[in-house]
């Protein structure tokens, strides 16, 4: 692969941690406040299912087709495109103020962080050598993690103070500040020639262990994480806890994966973490985390909270490290869109999943599926040494 040979300024790298920011404060500091769109519990449950779904079912479908086209024509003007999309579709249902509405702007929105996130993924790939993409990913990871941090919380301060519309016309302005601030410090980065690929091409990359192994390990934790901001504050309402606290306790959440995630990629750079292990070790935590979800009150929610922040603050920046190491820079945006449809599907899938299990059982066995599930997969991943590569790439980029 060719690439550069030294770490990108820092302003070049800002935007793109606050493009990361962006898609994180956006999904998870509306998704922690929604519990309360419907009264009765099962509709509620399953209403609330399918409006976190609903901003990655859109992700699903388009990140592929956007990653693909930033391979194209380059991942800066994608980026762009989709911070202003974002600003739009959000500004949407601050004009309109109505139930319908809100379903289309989720939409709208999810639609626009499908071009954004993976070009900022990309970006970040391309402006750093593959000796250090741990610690690249590692800071854009905790920058995402900050926005998942603040967003229940400062979410459920701005729905408190003046409903959804205001925290929709905060997401508006934030998408056009970004933009022009990504347009500012942002350094064009043309398309590298590309060799033709086939689609039996495409599918033998994509069934590699190479890709499979990251890319599962991130669908798993992403469903942890959405199902923790989602329906954690349903546990602790149930519990007696008001709607600012659930938000502070949910994010303690994302706070333990900003911790986990920098010093996750130093550890990976330096030798002293293998990505074998380390995504194996955040899957068992991350499921131990969903196990302790099941626990009555506030124990329950802080300890779930903790433990699925610290397992998804291990896999995350692993799982991009070995994406970005293991693909021709020419088809990054390719790789990184698809690797994003994978999460994504782990996004929606899993609220989807607790939420079918609760509305037959209840939520703590929604909480107990998940958790199993992602249980098998760390065995699975422990049981092939061979999935994933063991460690960063050594030697010169090229």
């Known amino acids: 692969m060719s690439g550069t040979t030294s ?20 999904a998870h500091g509306i998704a922690a406040n929604l519990g309360g769109f419907s009264a009765d519990a099962v509709t509620s449950l399953l209403v609330l299912g399918g409006l976190l779904a609903l901003y990655d079912g859109a992700e699903v479908l388009l990140k592929p087709v956007f990653g693909t086209l930033a391979d194209r024509i380059g991942a800066r003007p994608v980026l762009l495109g989709g911070l202003v999309a974002f600003a739009v579709a959000s500004a949407l249902y601050v004009v309109a103020d109505s139930p319908g509405w809100l379903w289309a702007a989720r939409l709208g929105q999810g639609a626009a962080a499908s071009a954004f996130s993976p070009s900022a993924s990309a970006l970040v790939a391309r402006l750093n050598p593959a000796a250090k993409h741990g610690r690249a990913f590692g800071s854009y990871g905790f920058y995402k993690a900050i926005g998942y941090t603040l967003g229940p919380l400062l979410g459920g301060v701005l729905v408190w103070g003046g409903g959804l519309r205001l925290l929709f016309a905060v997401l508006a302005v934030l998408g056009v500040v970004v ?19 086939t689609v039996l091409d495409l599918a033998r990359r994509l069934a590699d262990p190479a890709f499979l192994a990251p890319t599962a390990a991130l669908a798993a934790a992403t469903a942890a994480l959405s199902v923790g901001v989602g329906f954690l504050p349903v546990s602790g309402r149930a519990a007696g806890l008001s709607t600012v606290a ?11 994966a900003a911790v ?27 499921a131990a985390g969903l196990t302790c979800a099941v626990l009555p009150g506030l124990t329950g929610v802080l300890l779930g909270a903790a433990l699925i922040g610290v397992g998804t603050g291990l896999i995350t920046p692993l799982g991009f490290a070995a994406l970005a190491s293991s693909t021709p820079q020419e088809r ?13 599907l782990g996004d929606a899938g899993g609220p989807l999943l607790v939420a079918a299990v609760a509305s037959l059982a209840t939520l703590s066995y929604g909480f107990a599926a998940l958790g199993l599930l992602i249980g098998a997969g760390a065995v699975v991943a422990f049981a092939h040494r061979r999935s994933v590569p063991a460690g960063p790439v050594t030697g010169t980029d090229g």
């Open 260 to 286: 986990v995630q920098p010093r996750a990629g130093r550890a990976l750079d330096e030798g002293r973490l293998t990505t074998r292990c380390g995504l194996a070790v955040g899957l068992f935590v991350t």
């Open 179 to 197: 933009a022009v601030w990504a347009a500012l410090a942002v350094p064009v980065v043309p398309p590298l020639p590309k060799v033709r690929q």
């Open 332 to 344: 990054l945006g390719q790789t990184m869109g698809t690797a994003e449809l994978g999460r994504e």
């Open 246 to 256: 659930t938000g502070a306790a949910v994010s303690v959440l994302a706070a333990c």
């Open 7 to 26: 770490a990108a300024p820092a302003r070049q790298m800002w935007p793109l941690y606050a493009a990361g920011f962006t898609t994180a404060f956006g």
